[in-house]
């Protein structure tokens, strides 16, 4: 062998000789993977030579893939960070209104010089625009306020509305099948706009009324605008998690810098290491027992996603004071404990109740966590094995039958399908507790999803407060350092800031256009800045709020059908989140991703942006 490779090296001359022996692996690893780390740069330009400011510039590398992806600068200019790992890679620039560049294994050592060509085709344009631009459309045509919100709440539950996928047109009975899906999942809708939901979306969605409807006025300079400055100094990360079956629902950021997130569909919790040269991947299978597919749910019936493996489902996850790793088991009734150190599970299983749902810890190490098929809030102290369900006010005397029901529902679900009657009822509204929160005084608070309230805990009595919220959709929220609550408002396009004091709400529309198509799933803030930052789950976005200035900046993200749950920061600074669309096959790529966004972690170098990466 090595007189092949010495063979080769006379021939190919000394350098070819470093090159094979990096390829061999014979170099330490650290400086293998110096080797292989590549950086570019370069120039977006237009065919007159003019600069495209703006363009997204991707660049991808290994199997699972791995991409960062950067801006161009007021001059076209852009400079990658270096991607490491091995692999091939790909390049690609992508800008409104211009067509796609993709190039294979760009050449390394000189400045890239890469023309876009103008978009002329409307249709081509349009499908460039993020679904909530399509969904709007849909929501102009339901009409009166009412409908729009519960449509809004309702049918963007698990995947975004308004995408390739979802917009296709259809005969009226594939889209009562569809609905009927949709309602056996849980979002269910009233018996009326269930009806006039299938002529509705074949009206909005097409082509020949939509594309024009899109795309007017898509040669004026303001149709699709660079983003700001401060916005071309970032840059974004993602790394391919799990396969096309899988839903990477939540993660959360170990203190050790490494990323944990859960496989709803898959069962699986895995560890990405993104200071790993390949992304290290590890991934282990949550246990099971006796749970068949499907879970405590599984007497209903086969699972409506037919890839799905789930068991236990996993959905919430967060570190613990000690470092373990705590998740929710929504379909297995439990909650789950994973110690890094010895790699094992330990399992505590609910005595009421049905789908535990977000988890958070409070200063005691206590774990405070929604329930959200049964209206309860959950309580477990893992020091003393204390456990409690708290049932939660039902606002009707008939969400509270049918949220006392529930073993008995699940029990005759075991012998009597019940999913497809419940989807054709008349649009039967539970509670659903969904967001949970602890605040710096020790009080824990919740939202009611679908009863647009908040409420609060009493830690120690376990005496319960409602308050109704003045917007609809309250979702998963956080804490301020000053104990401010803010709350994302899902079917009202809007961030809130509650605060217990003075119990006071306030409210900004978010800036996504066109205003009101946006659906934030979740927010958190940023305890060093005070900066708040709320999912752009709707439009392939993430968005931050600076409370002092009430002023929004707006990031897009580079993959089309990025749909956003939860959020986190790590030492750094760097903001992470996960592509959990369901399916995953409806994204671009057809597969979910953990993303990291650095504000300032761009490559451009425009006076403009160096002010920019400057900011707090």
């Known amino acids: 062998m090595q007189s092949a490779v010495l063979a080769s090296a006379l021939r190919a001359g000394i350098a070819g000789l470093v090159r094979g022996i990096a390829a061999a692996a014979i170099l330490s690893p ?46 076209g200019d852009f400079r990658m960070p270096p991607l ?3 692999g091939a890679t790909s390049l690609r620039v992508r800008r409104i209104g211009w067509k796609d560049l993709a190039q294979t294994e760009p050449p390394q050592g000189r400045p890239l010089d890469l023309v876009l060509e103008p978009e002329s085709d409307p249709a081509e344009v ?77 009206e909005a969605y097409a082509p020949e009324t939509a594309v024009a409807a899109l795309t007017a006025g898509m040669r004026d300079p303001g149709f699709a605008p660079p983003p700001p400055a401060e916005v071309r100094a970032a840059s974004v990360e993602e790394w391919d ?13 170990h203190p050790d810098g490494r990323i944990y997130s859960v496989d709803m569909t898959q069962d699986q919790l895995y560890r990405l290491d993104p200071a790993a040269p390949d992304g290290d991947r590890r991934a282990w299978t949550l246990p099971h027992g006796d749970l068949p ?4 749910f599984a007497g209903a019936g086969p699972p409506d996603v037919p890839t799905a493996q789930a068991h236990v489902g996993p959905h919430s996850i967060q570190v613990a004071p000690d470092g373990a790793l705590w998740m929710t088991l ?27 749902h977000t988890l958070r810890f409070d200063a005691r190490g206590r774990l405070w966590y929604s329930i959200a098929g049964s209206n309860h809030l959950g309580f477990y102290d893992p ?46 509204r539970a509670p659903i507790p969904y967001g949970v929160d602890v605040a710096p005084d020790g009080s824990v608070w919740f939202s009611q999803l679908n009863e647009h309230r908040i409420g609060r805990v009493d830690p120690d009595t376990f005496a319960i407060e409602m308050i109704e919220t003045p917007f609809s959709g309250p979702r998963r929220m956080r804490f301020d350092a000053e104990g401010r609550l803010w709350i994302p408002g899902f079917s009202s396009s809007v961030i809130a800031r509650f605060d217990p004091k003075t119990r006071e709400f306030a409210s900004w529309d978010l800036p996504i256009e066109p205003r009101g198509t946006e659906t934030p799933y979740a927010v958190h803030v ?30 897009p993200l580079p993959t089309r059908v990025t749909y956003t749950r939860e959020i986190d920061f790590d030492a750094q600074g760097r903001v992470w989140t996960s592509n959990s669309n369901v399916p995953a096959w409806q994204i671009e790529g057809g597969m979910p991703r953990l993303l990291r966004l650095d504000p300032h972690g761009g490559g451009v170098t425009t006076a403009s942006a160096e002010g920019a990466r400057s900011e707090p």
Not at 43 to 71: C, F, K, N, Q, S
Not at 241 to 253: F, I, N, P, Y
Request: with cysteine.
């Open 293 to 296: 597919v499907g879970g405590v």
């Open 241 to 253: 998690l799990g396969g096309r079956a899988s839903m990477q629902h939540d993660l959360t950021v």
């Open 30 to 75: 650290a400086l293998a993977a110096a080797v292989s780390a590549q950086s570019y740069e370069g120039r977006v330009r237009g065919p007159d030579g003019a600069p495209v400011v703006g363009a997204m510039v991707t660049l991808r590398r290994g199997d699972p893939e791995h991409a960062i992806t950067v801006w161009s600068g007021e001059s």
């Open 126 to 202: 349009a499908a460039q625009l993020p679904a909530n631009r399509w969904y709007q459309l849909l929501l102009d045509r339901v009409g009166d306020p009412t409908s729009r919100e519960e449509l809004k709440r309702q049918c963007t539950y698990c995947h975004q509305q308004g995408s390739a996928a979802t917009r296709r047109l259809r005969e009226p009975d594939e889209w009562k099948k569809v609905i009927a899906l949709m309602g056996r999942m849980g979002g269910m809708l009233s018996r009326d706009l269930r009806e006039r939901l299938p002529s509705l979306m074949n």
């Open 526 to 555: 940023q305890r060093a800045t005070g900066d708040v930052w709320i999912c752009g789950t709707e439009s392939d976005s993430l968005i931050r709020f600076q409370p002092g200035s009430e002023r929004f900046t707006v990031y």
């Open 330 to 356: 929504a379909l297995g009734n439990q909650l789950a404990r994973f110690d890094p150190k010895t790699e094992t599970f330990t399992t505590v299983k609910l005595e009421h109740g049905f789908y535990p």
């Open 84 to 86: 490491q790992g091995p």
């Open 383 to 428: 020091a003393t094995g204390e456990s409690r369900q708290i049932r939660l006010p039902s606002r009707t005397l008939g969400q509270a039958i049918v949220m006392r029901s529930m073993p008995f529902l699940i029990w005759l679900g075991n012998h009597v399908d019940l999913r497809g009657r419940a989807a054709e009822g008349d649009g039967f």
